[in-house]
């Protein structure tokens, strides 16, 4: 294949993969608006939700290192194709839930419901490392256009034909992402930028625990790790109580709940493809790293201070920028300090600290929430995130 050949190969499966991305969000926005309408359906309690998520991100975690190597082994097609399945399948037993046990039983389907770390690491295989921040930033832009859609036809079609429907249509158009990736994307994508083929079957097992383990070894991997989590993990707290913040205290029926997150996919639409990018173009990834922490700090406070919805639409465009620096910025990081085809394994690993967070911050924030309310998750971010700031600023500046 020739070079112009192959770039137009390359284009056509990069744009493919974010169309994917923009259906496989729209659909898990739209079950993310049943769920909190539907536990409270079932009898569910803040703290029993709690334990929901909870259980949704312990699954998560269990999967995402285990898919990073299935991807790296078997290639981009068949992780897009499993994520896609394992989506299909939890929101068709969503949508059949009748009980408290059958939606907790909806989750298990969901260990390999890894559709952005599965774009991820097709865009990683495909990009150059001085183009890795940009790429993986536009694929914000299309998640963010998937969580507009999503979050403002899931809220409509809650309001209009109830959560069970709203769950069946999610998984449907999950099963027409799978059919999309079996006929256009190719089973390796690692092989069209690399020729070192041989390093991509050194290893064909997929619990490889040493594998992690060498991965952990590199120099930088395991901080960046671990600022990650830390970082995340006030945030991981806010995000999980939200919905709950969102209709018991802002009062938002589901359809007005819909058309918030609506907003803030349009505010991540923004920093992640546009504002990042130049960002990191102009200041460089460990430059950005500690003044976003420092962002996000400041965004705690201010969420605590906050009394209305309005005053949470103004401190969501801060929010958005913080954010999306962040996590571009150590995605990228990580992805530079490993072999390209281990790439798919840190990806995972990078993942399961989101679902780590994921599975310990709905319990933490139920419980915040309702000891001391809302304003509490502000506090402990400010708090947690100053401190972080003044730990990376030194270690990058001194």
């Known amino acids: 294949m020739t070079g112009p050949q192959k770039d137009a190969r390359v284009g056509f499966i990069i744009l493919i993969t974010h169309i994917n991305m923009v259906l496989y969000s729209t659909c898990f926005w739209i079950q993310n608006g049943v769920m909190p309408y539907l536990s409270k359906r079932l009898g569910m309690d803040t703290v029993m939700f709690g334990y929901l998520q909870t259980t949704f991100a312990i699954i998560q975690l269990l999967g995402g290192p285990l898919f990073g190597r299935f991807g ?9 194709s499993l994520a896609y399945l394992s989506s299909g399948l939890t929101y068709v037993l969503m949508g059949l839930s009748t009980s408290v046990s059958l939606l907790f039983l909806s989750r298990l389907p969901s260990v390999f419901m890894h559709g952005m770390q599965a774009a991820q690491m097709v865009v990683t295989d495909l990009s150059s490392e001085s183009e890795r921040a940009g790429a993986l930033g536009k694929l914000g832009i299309s998640y963010g256009l998937g969580m507009i859609v999503g979050s403002s036809a899931g809220g409509l079609l809650i309001s ?13 158009g999950s099963l027409v992402n799978t059919i999309v990736v079996m006929k256009y994307i190719p089973e390796h994508t690692k092989s069209l930028t690399q020729e070192n083929k041989p390093e991509l079957t ?12 060498r991965l952990l070894s590199i120099p930088g991997a395991a901080e960046i790790l671990a600022i990650k989590t830390i970082t995340a993990l006030p945030m991981g707290v806010f995000q999980s109580m939200f919905s709950v913040v969102a209709m018991n205290y802002f009062k938002l ?33 460990r430059n950005l790293l500690p003044w976003s922490i420092l962002v996000i700090s400041l965004v705690g406070l201010a969420t605590a201070l ?4 309005f005053h949470f639409c103004l401190i969501c465009i801060p929010m958005s920028l913080g954010i999306s620096a962040f996590y571009l910025t150590t995605n990228s990081i990580l992805t530079k300090i490993v072999p390209p085809a281990d790439t798919g394994a840190m990806l995972g690993m990078n993942m399961s600290v989101h679902s780590l967070i994921r599975s310990v911050s ?11 309310g809302y304003p509490s998750f502000g506090y402990l971010q400010f708090a947690i995130n100053l401190l972080v700031f003044f730990y990376v600023f030194r270690k990058i500046y001194n």
């Open 306 to 309: 906050m009394s209305n919805i």
């Open 72 to 80: 790296d082994l078997f290639g981009g097609r068949a992780a897009l």
């Open 362 to 372: 709905p319990t933490i924030g139920g419980f915040l929430y309702q000891l001391y």
């Open 253 to 285: 029926e589901a359809e007005y709940n819909g058309y918030l997150m609506a907003y803030v996919g349009v505010l991540q639409m923004i920093m992640q493809g546009l504002v990042v990018g130049w960002l990191t173009e102009k200041f460089g990834e």
């Open 202 to 213: 050194s290893s064909r097992s997929i619990f490889n625990v040493n594998k992690f383990f």
């Open 160 to 172: 209009r034909f109830g959560e069970s429907f709203a769950a069946y249509i999610a998984a449907v």
